[in-house]
Nanobody, 123 residues
Framework: HVQLVESGGGSVQAGGSLNLSCVAS????????MAWYRQTPGKEREAVAA????????YYGDSVKGRFTLSKDNAKKTVYLQMDSVKSEDTAMYYC?????????????????WGRGTQVTVS
């Protein structure tokens, strides 16, 4: 089954940028849907962005639209989350998730595979 490993988290000042990566292994091809979620203690997990490996629509949460960009490299089985103009409220643990089916909308479907997360702290 798929394993997901996130990297790229760290500390950044408000207004700065950070680029997260998530590599999928244990599979022949990149999963059909890959997504980023985030969570802070005491709050519900929030969908940040999601993408279909075949291209097309990318889903973004309302709080990150216009600031974050999700991209993929199918050959490397990797998705990236470019975080620009970060705010203190972007501070969270960021998790990569994968789904083996075509509907990628994180507001409508559940993701079945999860990484361990990478911490992002904005000060």
């Amino acid at each position: 089954h798929v394993q997901l490993v996130e990297s790229g988290g760290g500390s950044v000042q408000a207004g700065g940028s950070l680029n997260l990566s998530c590599v999928a292994s244990g599979v022949t091809h990149i999963p059909l849907c890959m997504a980023w979620y985030r969570q802070t203690p005491g709050k519900e997990r929030e969908a940040v962005a999601a993408i279909y490996s075949g291209g097309g629509r990318i889903y973004y949460g309302d709080s990150v639209k216009g600031r974050f960009t999700l991209s993929k490299d199918n050959a490397k089985k990797t998705v990236y989350l470019q975080m620009d103009s970060v705010k203190s409220e972007d501070t969270a643990m960021y998790y990569c998730a994968a789904r083996p089916r075509m509907n990628c909308d994180p507001s409508r479907v559940e993701y079945s595979a999860w990484g361990r997360g990478t911490q992002v702290t904005v000060s």
